[in-house]
């Protein structure tokens, strides 16, 4: 059975810093995505960035510069460090892993909610102005 943990939301003033982490016990795929999304209230779920089995990273332009999406494979965790958190960065974070696309040129990941298939229970972020 897959679980997704996530852990490292709090409050914190604009400006500053936060690490999540998302602990995937029982995920054994060798090819994947992994990624991170966010929902606010009255809001639709936005894909915020994804992480492949190769490293090969993308982020929305909402956060380009200031999250960094990384793995630990030995632990199994994966991570979000956002920096210059904003107000509008305020959301439930959700962890989320699913299969690789493939197209002609090989297997990448797409942020669309749609696509994955295990989810986290998801950790609050709050950032005051």
């Known amino acids: 059975q897959v679980q997704l943990v996530e852990s490292g939301g709090g409050s914190v003033q604009a400006g500053g810093s936060l690490r999540l982490s998302c602990a995937a016990v029982?995920?054994?795929?060798?090819?994947?995505?992994m990624g991170w999304f966010r929902q606010a209230p009255g809001k639709e779920r936005e894909g915020v960035a994804t992480i492949d089995s190769d490293g090969m990273t993308s982020y929305a332009d909402s956060v380009k510069g200031r999250f960094t999406i990384s793995k630990d494979n030995a632990k199994n965790t994966l991570y979000l460090q956002m920096n210059s958190l904003k107000a509008e960065d305020t959301s439930m974070y959700y962890c989320?892993?699913?299969?690789?696309?493939?197209?002609?040129?090989?297997?990448?990941?797409?942020?669309?909610?749609?696509?994955?298939?295990?989810w986290g229970q998801g950790t609050q972020v709050t950032v005051s102005a």
């Open positions: 029982g995920y054994t795929y060798t090819s994947y995505c």
């Open positions: 989320a892993a699913g299969p690789l696309i493939w197209g002609d040129s090989g297997g990448y990941c797409v942020r669309d909610d749609s696509l994955f298939n295990y």
